[in-house]
């Protein structure tokens, strides 16, 4: 299929998992925050930190309110992160491949687009009482999942998008763990208490994890949580899982077309298969206890780099246009000199 | 219906002069609908095209700026009989205008035999001297035409322009009928239709019949080029492409490499040997047109005019609809085909000619001027609605340069009944059927029914207040 199409893909997937991911990051918030009288305003600026948004968001606003920080993650436009402006580069990018896509997904994501728009009409009333909506962007977000699991054929296209969501999910599930750790680390004294395990279950709660999680651990223990979010093979947010899945579908396309890429990594770290591996191998080697003694917060910190250079080096690999523009303008100004399309950089 | 419908003096599809439906069915399955019925079966429609994201222009970037192209939901109707003519004119004056571009751009006998004056053709904007010499494959220069027919109050249909570019439009013609199918399927029993459906499977026939002679073992590699996103067609670029399953390019996912066009896809670079282009001559080809397009594909005319790729439609078509060649079709159509026209032109006077000059300058008030290669109705003086000032200026310039100008006569077109507000009223309509020519000849039957949908306007434009009616050809 064609580079920008794959590119647009992706990055389709990936806009509008985004947008479910802040609905789930407030969500947590605001549950963590509720009855917690003495800070009202502690939590949200902690959320803002752990999506690595300060220093735009300072630009934009003087203080972290609750109204502030909703408005920035949720309508504000120059906000690239907020849930308006993903809506706005999903269906850009499902807009400009709609001839790939499912009529289903295309409606499914116009129609997503449309009902984030009208709420942004009665902004007001949905920064007052965020909840409704958020759970109408969560929904939203999985009809176009399931339209997407359901009638678009699992070949090359649905593999690419397959891969945005899921590297999205990672970061954002290592985030939303994250969080935890800027909001509960200074009350190290409360671990076990009543207290701790109400924000613990809304952590999970955010990511949909709570009965999934009970089923595997029963009680509410932060490392299990931290084990479950991260490390479980079978639940479909934990970081794990996406990195696997994600594997799973790069190998597919590699399958598909013979090993071909349209320009083939110079080395193993250029390599998104080879990056894929070893993250997939070190995520199943590994177990919570290692993970607690390197320290939680850095291990997010580096999965997050990871994913990173993963994205990058499916980049390189498959969208990236640049080098064979560049030999054909030389090859239009040399005047016929022979082309050599893969570019070995 | 509404009784008080009153069309004086002008043609009505629906209704004949003393008030009679001509097509009773139809009457009788929209009659014992209420008039709320109809209108909430409207706002049906225009919420279904929001959500299918049925659009049509946007300018700018992000959102907002996309709009929906209004969709009227009474079907405008057309005799099989009507048809019948329509199709064998419409055959009749594309396969002539092929072979005239065929001779325009080779020996030029209709020019050297005085039929159509050589400095005409030359003279036209669209004439490209790149194109000459050249023989498109199968003789085949529009692969697809978007004519315009308009009915005037005689009763007689008419050509009023030939688009034999880039025609837009016929997306609407099969989202309508979708449309229509789902918001009210009541109206359609009784009555038999021809069916549209099949428009794309065709259209990709007629792609990979002109494809070049030494293609890949796989067949035909046909893709579709748009200028992009920001478009105001960009959704019928998506909605073909998708219904023919081929690759929606942009200029910059087409390079040359070895002498071929090849389109850049995740495994490396891939041989495309049919373009159906969305984008004009002007564009495709920094090299051999405008330098400054960043839309096109540098070197797409050395490989086309090496037969290694064709391009749908020809580089080199626009001469053929140029408006004083336009004048000059129903000749056209006698010297290479010895036949009358069977679709008519609107009169039209060729300021070149004294006669029809003098005529011209003496009949200002009543007359449409046009200059001849303009478009986009810059520096159009409609004459019933110019004052004396704009007169005097048209005249001046029509006698400095009597080849640069065209006149006709202001036509009335047809209306049909049509939803505006709670009651039904007529509205000016045109009609532009869609002609496939590749091996043989495929009509998409009826086409593209634009309406103006303010009073007495007779403006059908997207733009300006038009909007679409879903048409039926009777059978």
């Known amino acids: 299929m064609l580079s920008r199409v794959a590119d647009c893909l992706f990055w389709m997937t990936r806009y509008l998992e985004r947008a479910e991911n802040i609905a789930r990051f407030i969500h947590v918030t605001q549950s963590i925050s509720l009855g917690d009288a003495h800070n009202p305003d502690g939590q949200w600026s902690s959320l803002i930190f752990a999506n690595g948004d300060t220093k735009q968001y300072e630009e934009l606003y003087r203080t972290y309110t609750r109204r502030n920080v909703l408005e920035f993650l949720i309508f504000n436009r120059q906000n690239p992160n907020s849930i308006m402006s993903s809506l706005l580069k999903a269906r850009e990018n499902a807009r400009t491949i709609r001839e790939v896509i499912s009529v289903a997904m295309w409606e499914s994501i116009n129609r997503f687009y449309l009902r984030v728009r009208e709420a942004e009409q009665h902004a007001d009333e949905i920064l007052k009482n965020p909840s409704q909506f958020l759970d109408r962007v969560k929904r939203s977000s999985h009809q176009m999942i399931g339209a997407m699991e359901a009638t678009m054929s699992h070949g090359e296209a649905w593999n690419f998008a397959q891969m945005g969501r899921l590297l999205e999910r990672a970061d954002m599930t290592s985030r939303i763990l994250d969080v935890k750790y800027f909001i509960l680390l200074p009350k190290a004294s409360q671990v076990g208490s009543t207290y701790d395990i109400v924000q613990w279950s809304a952590l999970l709660e955010s990511s949909s994890a709570l009965l999934m999680y009970r089923k595997v651990y029963g009680r509410i223990e932060p490392k299990n949580v931290a084990e479950f979010l991260l490390l479980d093979r079978h639940f479909p947010r934990s970081v794990r899982y996406c990195i696997a899945t994600t594997r799973a579908s790069l190998h597919s396309i590699i399958q598909d077309s013979q090993h071909v890429m349209a320009h083939q990594p110079a080395s193993e770290q250029n390599d998104p298969e080879y990056l894929l591996a070893q993250v997939d191998q070190q995520l199943s080697d590994l177990s919570i206890e290692d993970v607690i003694r390197q320290g939680l917060h850095q291990f997010v910190d580096d999965i997050q780099t990871k994913v990173s250079d993963i994205g990058q080096a499916i980049y390189h690999a498959y969208f990236e246009l640049s080098p064979i523009q560049e030999q054909i303008q030389s090859q239009i100004t040399e005047s016929g000199a022979s082309t050599q399309t893969q570019k070995q950089s | ?475």
């Open chain 2, 1 to 475: 219906m509404k009784p008080d419908y009153a069309c004086d003096g002008v043609y009505d599809e629906f209704f004949s002069a003393t008030s009679q439906p001509r097509y009773p069915d139809l009457a009788h399955s929209l009659d014992i609908m209420t008039p709320g019925s109809l209108k909430k079966r409207q706002q049906t429609a225009e919420e279904l095209l929001h959500e299918r994201g049925i659009t049509f222009a946007v300018y700018g970037h992000s959102d907002g700026n996309e709009k929906i192209w209004p969709f009227d939901v009474l079907p405008r109707v057309i005799t099989s009989t009507d048809w019948e003519m329509m199709h064998s004119g419409l055959i009749q004056r594309i396969r002539a205008l092929n072979l005239f571009l065929d001779d325009v751009y080779s020996d030029g006998k209709i020019m050297k035999d005085g039929v159509v004056p050589a400095e005409l053709v030359f003279s036209a904007k669209t004439f490209r001297k790149q194109c000459m010499g050249f023989r498109p494959p199968q003789g085949v220069w529009t692969h697809i035409t978007g004519t315009d027919l308009i009915r005037h109050t005689d009763g007689q249909i008419y050509v009023l322009e030939d688009n034999l570019r880039c025609p837009s439009g016929v997306s609407y013609v099969l989202a309508n009928r979708d449309l229509m199918k789902f918001v009210l399927p009541e109206i359609f029993s009784g009555t038999s239709i021809a069916p549209v459906e099949e428009y794309p499977e065709r259209l990709l026939q007629t792609l990979q019949q002109t494809a070049p002679s030494d293609v890949e073992n796989d067949g035909p590699v046909c893709v579709l080029l748009t200028p992009g996103i920001y478009n105001s067609a960009y959704f019928e670029h998506c909605f073909l492409a998708q219904q023919m399953g081929i690759e929606l390019v942009t200029g910059p996912d087409l390079v040359i490499d070895g002498g071929y066009v090849k389109m850049r896809t995740t495994h490396g670079l891939k041989r495309v040997d049919v373009i159906y282009r969305r984008i004009d001559d002007d564009f495709i080809d920094p090299l051999a047109f405008r330098a400054d397009s960043a839309l096109g594909v540098p070197g797409l005319m050395e490989v086309y005019r090496k037969g290694n790729v064709t391009i749908a439609n020809a580089p080199g078509t626009g001469v053929a609809d140029d408006k004083a060649v336009y004048a000059y079709v129903p000749r056209i159509i006698e010297y290479y085909l010895s036949e009358e026209a069977i679709l008519p032109n609107v009169p039209t006077y060729l300021c070149s000619e004294p006669d029809s000059m003098k005529y011209v300058l003496e009949h200002l008030e009543e007359l449409v001027v046009k200059p001849t290669n303009e478009s986009g109705g810059y520096g159009i003086l409609m004459g019933p609605m110019s004052t004396a000032a704009e007169r005097e200026k048209t005249a001046a310039e029509v006698k400095a340069n009597p080849r640069n100008f065209i006149a006709q006569p202001m036509l009335n077109l047809s209306t049909v009944p049509t939803i505006a507000g709670d009651d039904v009223r007529p509205r000016h309509v045109d009609l532009r059927p869609f002609i496939l020519y590749g091996k043989e000849f495929y009509i998409l039957p009826g086409g593209l029914t634009r309406v103006a949908l303010k009073e007495g306007s007779m403006i059908v434009n997207s733009s300006q207040g038009g909007g679409s009616k879903d048409t039926w050809v009777l059978t």
